[in-house]
T-cell receptor, first 113, second 114 residues
Framework: AQTVTQSQPEMSVQEAETVTLSCTYD???????LFWYKQPPSRQMILVIR??????QNATENRFSVNFQKAAKSFSLKISDSQLGDTAMYFC??????????FGSGTQLTVLP | DGGITQSPKYLFRKEGQNVTLSCEQN?????MYWYRQDPGQGLRLIYY???????QKGDIAEGYSVSREKKESFPLTVTSAQKNPTAFYLC?????????????FGPGTRLTVL
């Protein structure tokens, strides 16, 4: 079974600064996908970014980018130029051959004005 | 607009009562999922369905039941056998044909047992 670990329950960052959220996972599979989801105070889950394990290039979506280290089974999310609207719970998730999503416990990010 | 709707947004239940949470999608997605979210924890899978008239238990199915009679609908019943049902419930859907399982979520239902 896969496991996803987010070791930072809470983090804060000043507006316009950069912050990195950590995620590690454990799997014996070689082909899989990793996701970061955002859950703002409205509690609506929103996909932030997706990474295919067979791609060495790190995914980027505007201010959001990942650092994917397959050998280390690490998948961190970097948010540049943080904005107040980035305040949310962020979940790392794994999807493998079973086509199920396994979620980490989340990191509550607060962007400070 | 295409999307996933869940109703009601807030639900109160007395102990010993069954209650059904609604989930409807008009995205033409084949697969649908139910998750439970508790404070300080990630989402845990209750049940999922890849096609109509078929569904499988997830990690925490005890005390819950589902049906999938229509592609668009996947209601979840929280039975009196569920010992601690107070939680936030999220429904999601995805396309089976995609290589990756990107799931789209509804707005959730907050269930409180009185």
């Amino acid at each position: 079974a896969q496991t996803v670990t987010q070791s930072q329950p809470e983090m804060s960052v000043q507006e316009a600064e950069t912050v990195t959220l950590s995620c590690t996972y454990d799997t014996s599979e070689n082909n899989y996908y990793l996701f970061w989801y955002k859950q703002p105070p409205s509690r609506q889950m929103i996909l932030v970014i997706r990474q295919e394990a067979y791609k060495q290039q790190n995914a980027t979506e505007n201010r959001f980018s990942v650092n994917f280290q397959k050998a280390a089974k690490s998948f961190s999310l970097k948010i540049s130029d943080s904005q107040l609207g980035d305040t949310a719970m962020y979940f790392c998730a794994f999807s493998g051959s079973a086509r199920q999503l396994t979620f980490g416990s989340g990191t509550q990010l607060t962007v400070l004005p | 607009d295409g999307g996933i709707t869940q109703s009601p947004k807030y639900l109160f239940r007395k102990e010993g009562q069954n209650v059904t949470l609604s989930c409807e999608q008009n995205l033409n997605h084949d697969a649908m999922y139910w998750y439970r979210q508790d404070p300080g924890q990630g989402l845990r899978l209750i049940y999922y369905s890849q096609i109509v008239n078929d569904f499988q238990k997830g990690d925490i199915a005890e005390g819950y039941s589902v049906s999938r009679e229509k592609k668009e609908s996947f209601p979840l019943t929280v039975t009196s056998a569920q010992k601690n049902p107070t939680a936030f419930y999220l429904c999601a859907s995805s396309i089976n044909e995609r290589e990756y399982n990107e799931q789209f979520f509804g707005p959730g239902t907050r269930l409180t047992v009185l």
